[in-house]
């Protein structure tokens, strides 16, 4: 789309910049108010590249107080879409200015990249820092991608053979199985695993900067996350894997609905997505990953290890979230909340109980229809929030009732005593919250039985527990899902149950049967040891994108 540059003076006095869209839309490069105080968001900026590329540099006000903080044996690059704005950058932030600069517009951008090509030691071996003026970045992107691609490709290592992926770059904050899985890939590859600490990053310059230097510095085959924590709202980790060629390992471990609300358009040709759950590979297939695959959930040995004990300190017991009021209030707060909706909720997550598998989505509009009652929105974030909420107050209900069914049996609750107590207000024995990485494994281990309910998230996928409470030498019933066929032997390995009837049975067998016991948790422990550690979970997406 043809744009036309205009120069204007802002309300400060300063000049300041905006395009003329072939629409007649404006796009702004920079505030008709007070354009010069974009310095003020560049202050931790830090310039650490042999090569500092400017991608979209404007009027500079955003660097103008950092620009002597450049080392005097960086090269600059300084990718501008007009030609205008570089020559009086030129003339302005540089003119006293001791470094080399090549600047590259529109207009002269295959001549200079060329020239480039040609002198070898402008970047070989070269780290190259790239700074975005982000209003100029994203008024032409497309140029700005391809300009900065044909940089990367002069200087980036060729790619390994597949089957040579060994370096990993993991996004890692304080989330859920990011250290399990940092010790299952050292495991597996015999390397140290790369950690990028996104938690640490409060603007997108700094997370930007960091993230490019740790890539230009380590070189990681490949990056791996867990439900795409770490990745950016802005699109700047996608679009910098994509432009160095780098690919980019998702395994989603809860619902990717949700997640995928802000990080859709981000998806590109080089992601590959696991699932825990099977029931969302269509749709994660439709999201445009490159490939997307079942995994499921695993344990790791460093946690949860032991022999079966002879004595426990409780009977009966369930470690884990009511999924009452607090759980659901935080989600029903993410869309708009409407009382009439009540009714239609209360009947969905009824379905949901009793069918598992149904598109959460459609039953809505069905009930809704069949009630006469009009959802209020129609956007996707309100309908995927309130699709969550229905599914996890189906969860809800699933505990309630199968809780409440073994109160006569002196359960033991572990965990959210708050909504426990709210759910069940009368005399029942519950526990504050344990940590899963110090505290449960001992836990299990004092419960002669253990009670698995897993969340209506799953319709036929395993959680943890069924693979914790084993290695951990105690005894697991777990409720019948679909996958636990394809991961042990039923009965034999591990015991489940399918209704409350079935499972009181059961309880009161187990609760008697310390031999039978026994050669379970010893069974479910030689098949988890050979199948399902978190390692053998990393073999398996070593081999996928290999093949």
């Given at each position: 789309?043809?744009?036309?540059?205009?120069?204007?003076?802002?309300?400060?006095?300063?000049?300041?910049?905006?395009?003329?869209?072939?629409?007649?839309?404006?796009?702004?490069?920079?505030?008709?108010?007070?354009?010069?105080?974009?310095?003020?968001?560049?202050?931790?900026?830090?310039?650490?590249?042999?090569?500092?590329?400017?991608?979209?540099?404007?009027?500079?006000?955003?660097?103008?107080?950092?620009?002597?903080?450049?080392?005097?044996?960086?090269?600059?690059?300084v990718?501008?879409?007009?030609?205008?704005?570089?020559?009086?950058?030129?003339?302005?932030?540089?003119?006293?200015?001791?470094?080399?600069?090549?600047?590259?517009?529109?207009?002269?951008?295959?001549?200079?990249?060329?020239?480039?090509?040609?002198?070898e030691?402008?970047?070989?071996?070269?780290?190259?820092?790239?700074?975005?003026?982000?209003?100029?970045?994203?008024?032409?992107?497309?140029?700005?991608?391809?300009?900065?691609?044909?940089?990367?490709?002069?200087?980036?290592?060729?790619?390994?053979?597949?089957?040579?992926?060994?370096?990993?770059?993991?996004?890692y904050?304080?989330?859920?199985?990011?250290?399990e899985?940092?010790?299952?890939i050292?495991?597996?590859?015999?390397?140290?695993?790369v950690?990028?600490?996104?938690?640490?990053?409060y603007?997108?310059?700094?997370?930007?900067?960091?993230?490019?230097?740790?890539?230009?510095?380590?070189?990681?085959?490949?990056?791996?996350?867990?439900?795409?924590?770490?990745?950016?709202?802005n699109?700047?980790?996608?679009?910098?894997?994509?432009?160095?060629n780098?690919?980019?390992?998702?395994?989603?471990?809860?619902?990717?609905?949700?997640?995928?609300?802000?990080?859709?358009?981000?998806?590109?040709?080089?992601?590959?997505?696991?699932?825990?759950?099977?029931?969302?590979?269509?749709?994660?297939?439709?999201?445009?990953?490159?490939?997307?695959?079942?995994?499921?959930?695993?344990?790791?040995?460093?946690?949860?290890?032991?022999?079966?004990?002879?004595?426990?300190?409780?009977?009966?017991?369930?470690?884990?979230?009511?999924?009452?009021?607090?759980?659901?209030?935080?989600?029903?707060?993410?869309?708009?909340?409407?009382?009439?909706?009540?009714?239609?909720?209360?009947?969905?997550?009824?379905?949901?109980?009793?069918?598992?598998?149904?598109?959460?989505?459609?039953?809505?509009?069905?009930?809704?229809?069949?009630?006469?009652?009009?959802?209020?929105?129609?956007?996707?974030?309100?309908?995927?929030?309130?699709?969550?909420?229905?599914?996890?107050?189906?969860?809800?209900?699933?505990?309630?009732?199968?809780?409440?069914?073994?109160?006569?049996?002196?359960?033991?609750?572990?965990?959210?005593?708050?909504?426990?107590?709210?759910?069940?207000?009368?005399?029942?024995?519950?526990?504050?919250?344990?940590?899963?990485?110090?505290?449960?494994?001992?836990l299990?281990?004092?419960?002669?039985?253990?009670i698995?309910?897993?969340?209506?998230?799953?319709?036929?996928?395993?959680?943890?527990?069924?693979?914790?409470?084993?290695?951990?030498?105690?005894?697991?019933?777990?409720?019948?899902?679909?996958?636990?066929?394809?991961?042990?032997?039923?009965?034999?390995?591990?015991?489940?149950y399918?209704?409350?009837?079935?499972?009181?049975?059961?309880i009161?067998?187990?609760?008697?049967?310390d031999?039978?016991?026994?050669?379970?948790?010893?069974?479910?422990?030689?098949?988890?040891?050979?199948?399902?550690?978190?390692?053998?979970?990393?073999?398996?997406?070593?081999?996928?994108?290999?093949?």
């Open positions: 789309m043809k744009s036309t540059l205009q120069l204007f003076t802002a309300k400060s006095g300063f000049q300041s910049a905006r395009i003329l869209m072939a629409d007649n839309s404006l796009r702004h490069l920079h505030s008709t108010v007070k354009p010069e105080a974009e310095a003020e968001f560049y202050t931790s900026l830090s310039f650490w590249g042999d090569v500092i590329v400017f991608a979209g540099i404007g009027l500079g006000y955003h660097i103008n107080k950092k620009i002597f903080e450049i080392p005097s044996s960086s090269q600059i690059i990718i501008e879409y007009y030609e205008t704005l570089v020559t009086i950058c030129m003339k302005t932030i540089f003119k006293d200015f001791s470094n080399d600069i090549v600047p590259i517009t529109f207009k002269n951008s295959e001549d200079i990249l060329t020239k480039i090509k040609k002198r030691s402008l970047l070989k071996n070269s780290t190259i820092q790239i700074i975005k003026h982000p209003a100029s970045y994203y008024g032409n992107k497309s140029f700005y991608d391809g300009t900065i691609a044909s940089l990367f490709s002069l200087v980036s290592k060729k790619r390994p053979n597949k089957k040579d992926y060994k370096k990993v770059l993991l996004l904050g304080n989330f859920f199985l990011q250290e899985i940092k010790r299952a050292q495991e597996v590859t015999g390397q140290s695993v950690l990028f600490h996104y938690e640490r990053y603007s997108g310059i700094e997370y930007e900067s960091h993230l490019l230097r740790i890539i230009w510095t380590e070189k990681p085959d490949f990056v791996f996350t867990v439900n795409m924590k770490g990745i950016d709202g699109g700047i980790l996608s679009n910098t894997l994509l432009i160095m780098i690919p980019l390992i998702v395994w989603f471990v809860d619902d990717p609905h949700p997640i995928l609300l802000h990080q859709k358009s981000f998806i590109n040709s080089l992601m590959i997505a696991f699932s825990w759950e099977k029931k969302y590979i269509y749709f994660l297939n439709k999201c445009g990953f490159h490939a997307v695959e079942y995994l499921p959930l695993a344990t790791d040995k460093t946690l949860f290890s032991g022999d079966p004990l002879s004595t426990t300190k409780t009977q009966l017991g369930f470690v884990g979230s009511s999924m009452g009021h607090t759980f659901l209030e935080n989600i029903r707060s993410k869309f708009l909340w409407n009382n009439k909706l009540s009714p239609v909720i209360n009947r969905v997550s009824d379905i949901i109980v009793q069918m598992r598998n149904v598109s959460v989505l459609d039953t809505l509009y069905e009930t809704a229809s069949a009630m006469n009652i009009h959802l209020p929105f129609k956007d996707t974030r309100n309908l995927t929030w309130l699709c969550s909420y229905c599914i996890h107050c189906a969860s809800m209900k699933k505990r309630k009732k199968i809780i409440g069914s073994l109160l006569p049996f002196n359960i033991e609750l572990f965990g959210d005593p708050e909504g426990w107590n709210k759910m069940f207000p009368f005399n029942i024995k519950t526990n504050p919250d344990i940590d899963y990485s110090n505290q449960l494994c001992n299990y281990r004092t419960i002669k039985i253990n698995n309910i897993t969340s209506c998230q799953m319709p036929s996928a395993v959680n943890q527990r069924v693979f914790d409470i084993p290695m951990s030498g105690s005894f697991v019933i777990t409720d019948n899902q679909n996958d636990l066929n394809e991961l042990f032997s039923i009965g034999d390995e591990i015991v489940q399918s209704f409350c009837d079935e499972l009181h049975e059961l009161s067998f187990y609760l008697n049967n031999s039978a016991r026994k050669n379970c948790i010893i069974a479910a422990q030689n098949r988890i040891r050979g199948e399902h550690l978190y390692k053998h979970r990393i073999q398996t997406v070593f081999q996928k994108i290999i093949c």
